[in-house]
């Protein structure tokens, strides 16, 4: 385990350097400069913002600079907001994502594990059918598409919840639907599917001819055995929410960091753009290991070895 | 039952003579010999949803395609200010609000047409130039599928001769191959596409590109671990021995073996590319007007949602249908391929 933990340590740190040394040179790559239309710019004014931002050593010391402040997470000083250091500019916005990333995980796994055992235990009725179309369209409709209409029919017609913002906690309600909505259509089929294969197998015949009520027999031996394997499942959701966010933070106006991702993008931020990128990047590679670990010890069966 | 069974005496005559057992109508076939295709084929056609969805996919596709004779982006792009953000209006539909030309100002109905030359009507109404709604949303979902099918295909090819290659090699190249795929995948795709996104020129081919990039290692993963397994096929065996070449044996043997595992991966990635088009051109860093896809509409008809609702809803339920028609066809594919698999 200690062995696999290394390895796995070793790989993590090796994704982030090449993630933070392809990331860098793409963005040297890049055309233009930051202060590309700013055409009344003379010669040493520009020299001036060049050294402000050190960007008139050459490449390679830029780079090692570069890597080094990433290494502690300092990412440079943003281009769009001056003097703002993009590791402020970002941790000032990692609260509202996590909340909100959280909040949808949480929601859409319960959810989706209600659903999901619901039609497992109806399987074949018109219960089973009624969450089989659910988890489809959960799968297919588009978050953005979902959000807009939650705003303007629950928000504006209806005037249930706040139409956009953050910080009350009523403000978080609709984005976190609106997000939670593709972890509960992945979940719900998932555990439909693992449901139906669990209660046809030995144990529950066990249980079910020990006498154990049908209650019983779902919530002690099927519906837990079932839960396990959904950790595996939790890397691809922190991906699909950090998609998500991207798009949901910008509809709602939540200052988190997928909507700054996007405002960087739109500015040629590159300073900013790799950091919110790096950091992207790490909360997925912790994830991945994290729940690799966990999946272990609530699974004695499954070893960390290769 | 008190007889004993010393009793019993027999004869010649107790035994009854049967004639030779007709065999042949034992072993006999009743049902015609099915290949696996035609298999296949049956499973699939007892599923309604997925028949259902693969009508509607080929109906889509004909329409999208077969529009490019009449919709080209030289005429979407002209604009007739005089007709802007009409609604919806069909003939002999006057008496159904929504579809009559008329508009919810207010609260009241009232008739957007009024200043339009009779005999002049749009099926989905216009944009805010005066565009043809129905026209854009036509020509929108062509660009969509196009993005779709080309990265789908292009994720095809590369996970396909990647995943070939690592299983069919083993050793050293095939532990590089996957740890190049593990550090690969533990990179959200979002940042992959967003990073090629801004070095490359945001339009349609730098989108297809960044897909095809940042999705073809599901694909590897499972061709790898498929033809892990088919390479110790005797038949694999036998057509090594014979001196067959590494390339013919993964054209002629591998690829039909592994065509199931192709066809349902590149039905699920269809609806990813889908999905992340929309979603790219939304936030708009993906395509941008002039050019036209479902996410350029969506966006478009977000900004007056509130008052024109119909320009963001018709678009979205035609990315709606064509995601759900993806989903239902690719777990159609899958039950039929792998009857035994997980439903």
């Known amino acids: ?306 | 039952m008190d007889q004993d069974a010393s009793n019993v005496k027999i004869t010649p005559e107790s035994f009854e003579h049967v004639e030779k057992g007709d065999t042949q109508s034992a072993e006999h076939i009743s049902g015609p010999s099915l290949s696996f295709m035609q298999n296949v084929w049956i499973r699939f056609k007892s599923n309604k949803a997925a028949m259902i969805s693969a009508v509607i996919i080929i109906v889509m596709v004909v329409i999208a395609f077969g529009s490019s004779f009449w919709i080209n982006n030289s005429s979407l792009v002209k604009s007739a200010p005089q007709y802007a953000n009409l609604p919806a209006k069909w003939k002999g539909f006057d008496w159904l609000n929504g579809l009559n030309g008329k508009i919810k100002q207010n609260g009241v109905w009232t008739d957007a047409y009024a200043s339009v030359p009779a005999g002049k009507y749009f099926v989905a109404g216009t944009d805010y130039l005066g565009r043809s709604l129905a026209q854009r949303i036509i020509y929108g979902t062509k660009i969509s599928l196009i993005v779709a099918v080309v990265a789908a295909f292009f994720d095809l090819a590369i996970g396909v001769a990647y995943g070939i290659i690592s299983g069919w090699k083993g050793g050293m190249t095939d532990n590089i191959m996957q740890r190049i795929i593990e550090i690969i995948s533990s990179v959200p795709t979002l940042v992959i596409v967003v990073l090629m996104l801004v070095v490359l020129k945001p339009g349609i081919t730098s989108i297809i590109l960044a897909l095809a990039i940042s999705s073809w290692t599901t694909m590897a993963r499972q061709i790898r671990a498929e033809t892990l397994s088919l390479k110790n096929e005797e038949y694999i065996l036998a057509a090594r021995s014979l001196g067959e070449s590494t390339f013919k044996i993964a054209t002629k043997h591998l690829i039909p073996n592994l065509s199931s595992i192709i066809i349902i991966q590149t039905m699920y990635t269809i609806p990813s590319a889908i999905f992340f088009e929309a979603f790219l051109s939304f936030i708009g860093i993906g395509i941008s007007a002039p050019e036209t896809s479902l996410g350029v509409l969506l966006n478009e008809g977000q900004k007056n949602f509130q008052f024109l609702p119909y320009q963001m809803w018709y678009p979205a339920a035609v990315l709606c249908v064509l995601m759900i028609a993806f989903n239902l066809l690719g777990d159609g594919l899958r039950d039929a391929f792998d009857p035994k698999g997980q439903r």
């Open chain 1, 1 to 306: 385990m200690a062995k696999y933990l290394l390895k796995r340590i070793f790989y993590m740190i090796l994704t982030l350097f090449l993630v933070a040394t392809i990331t860098f040179f793409l963005m040297k790559m890049m055309p233009g400069s930051p202060y590309a239309n700013e055409a009344k710019m003379t010669a040493t004014q520009k020299a001036i913002m060049n050294k402000q931002y050190g960007l008139d050593k050459p490449v390679i010391e830029q780079y090692i600079t570069y890597l080094a402040g990433a290494a502690h997470g300092d990412f440079g000083i943003s281009f769009q907001y001056s003097n703002q250091p993009v590791s402020s500019l970002i941790g000032a916005r990692l609260g509202a994502s996590a909340q909100l990333g959280l909040q949808a995980l949480v929601v859409g796994i319960i959810l989706g594990i209600i659903i999901g055992s619901i039609a497992a235990v109806n399987q074949g009725t018109w219960i089973d059918s009624t969450a089989t179309i659910v988890s489809i369209i959960g799968k297919s409709v588009p978050n953005f598409v979902l959000a807009v209409l939650l705003q303007y029919y629950i928000g504006l017609k209806l005037g249930w919840f706040p139409i956009a913002g953050w910080g009350e906690a009523a403000q978080t309600i609709m984005p976190t639907i609106a997000l939670s909505v593709g972890p509960l259509a992945e979940t719900a089929r998932f555990i439909r599917t693992e449901m139906v294969d669990t209660l046809s197998s030995d144990y529950v015949e066990l249980g079910k001819a020990k006498g154990l009520s049908r209650i019983e027999v779902i919530r002690k031996h099927t519906l837990r055995n079932s839960m396990i394997p959904l950790v595996t499942l939790i890397g691809p959701y922190a991906v699909a929410l950090m998609t998500g966010s991207m798009v949901i933070e910008n509809i709602f106006n939540i200052p988190g960091i997928g909507e700054q991702f996007t405002k960087s993008i739109l500015t040629n931020d590159y300073p900013t753009i790799m950091g919110v990128s790096m950091v992207y990047c790490f909360g997925l590679v912790v994830i991945l290991l994290l729940t690799d670990i966990v999946y272990s010890l609530i699974d004695p069966r499954i070893r960390l070895t290769d």
